[in-house]
């Protein structure tokens, strides 16, 4: 009867850790903190509740940072939830802004929204500009 009652409790500790690194993405908390980027652990969960793709929006919001372009995390996790290509938004965004190009996070949802690619994009414009 112990030895049941031992492993039930065990198996109950293992489901809970797995559980709390589930809604809690420490890695991600972690990566984002060395980076510079203040993202809140409880945000990032509630992300997570919401189903929202937490690596991608976490991966993009430092490479954004790092590339000295300030978008709002709440920008990013709307567009990933309208069903957005936020790497595609990212990229773009750099894209722009390493060659000169003004656009605003607006224009590029947009386009990306549009299902086109934002550097083909910035690119043709620089080329009729």
Do not use: W
Request: hydrophobic content about 45%; proline content about 2%.
């Amino acid at each position: 009867m112990v030895i049941i009652s031992t492993s039930l409790t065990i198996f109950t500790g293992i489901i809970l850790v797995l559980l709390f690194f589930y809604f809690f993405p420490i890695g991600n908390y972690f990566y984002a903190k060395f980076e510079g980027v203040e993202i809140p652990l409880l945000r990032m969960s509630h992300m997570r509740l919401r189903k929202a793709p937490v690596q991608d929006i976490v991966n993009c919001k430092i490479r954004l940072h790092n590339a000295g372009i300030d978008i709002e995390l709440e920008y990013l996790e709307a567009h990933s939830m309208t069903s957005g290509n936020i790497i595609n938004v990212t990229d773009g965004l750099i894209y722009a802004k390493e060659n000169g190009y003004k656009v605003t996070f607006k224009e590029a949802t947009e386009i990306d929204l549009r299902g086109l690619d934002l550097i083909e994009f910035a690119k043709q414009k620089t080329i009729r500009n």
